[in-house]
């Protein structure tokens, strides 16, 4: 059974950093695979942020985050990373980690067959 499990969330303000990171358990390490996180604000649809092929190193990042969000992995742990500097309130939502066992990563939600629970992160101006 597949489980991805995120952590890191919280408030900060307007400038900050946060690093999110999200722990996978039931996937195997021996095959790359797309990892990664979309998020979800108030009211809108859940949108791909960020996302990473394991093993290839490939990384993709949404427009609004280029330059101020980098995703990293820990093949070792099975586990993806998302650092995220100069936060915006538009980057308020709920931050969620996903995976699939392909390695193409289209910023689709319904591309990918697992998901964490999600973690809130909180912008304040």
């Known amino acids: 059974q597949v489980q991805l499990a995120e952590s890191g969330g919280g408030s900060v303000q307007a400038g900050g950093s946060l690093r999110l990171s999200c722990g996978a358990s039931?996937?195997?390490?021996?095959?790359?695979?797309?990892m990664g996180w979309f998020r979800q604000a108030p009211g809108k649809e859940r949108e791909g942020v960020a996302f990473?092929?394991?093993?290839?190193?490939?990384?993709e990042y949404t427009s609004s985050v280029k330059g101020r969000f980098t995703i990293s992995q820990d093949n070792t742990k099975n586990a993806v990373y998302l650092q995220m500097n100069s936060l915006k309130s538009g980057d308020t939502g709920r931050y969620y980690c996903?995976?699939?066992?392909?390695?193409?990563?289209?910023?689709?939600?319904?591309?990918?067959?697992?998901w964490g629970q999600g973690t809130q992160v909180t912008i304040s101006s």
């Open positions: 996903l995976a699939s066992s392909a390695t193409d990563c289209p910023p689709r939600r319904s591309a990918y067959k697992y």
């Open positions: 039931g996937l195997t390490t021996d095959r790359s695979k797309c």
């Open positions: 990473i092929v394991t093993g290839a190193g490939r990384k």
